[in-house]
């Protein structure tokens, strides 16, 4: 990172571990498959995405409210809006 202003003037990482601390907890993602080939599967509880290059395919319309709120998506989500 670095500060706006003419040249490059690095931060120090202390502004940046404290702006993503919401962030800095293990939310249980998962992960199989190859980023390098983009072909992979990320699950987070009961909620499953596969990506394939351009195609992401998920199971969301099978989802519970239960199986949503028991998977910690929503407290991922407000990690990422803080």
């Not at 601390?21 to 998962?30: A, E, K, T, V």
């Not at 599967?41 to 099978?62: E, M, Y």
Request: charged letters at 15%; glycine letters at 14%; aromatic letters at 8%.
């Amino acid at each position: 990172t670095g500060a706006v202003g003419p040249g490059f003037n690095p931060l120090p990482p202390w502004p940046m571990r404290v702006a993503c601390s919401y962030l800095d907890r293990d939310f249980g993602i998962g992960m199989t498959g190859s980023v390098k080939d983009v072909n992979y599967t990320v699950t987070l509880g009961r909620i499953h995405v596969g990506v394939d290059w351009t195609i992401a395919t998920g199971n969301g319309q099978s989802l519970t409210a239960s199986d949503i709120e028991d998977s910690g998506v929503l407290d991922l989500a407000v990690a990422v809006a803080k």
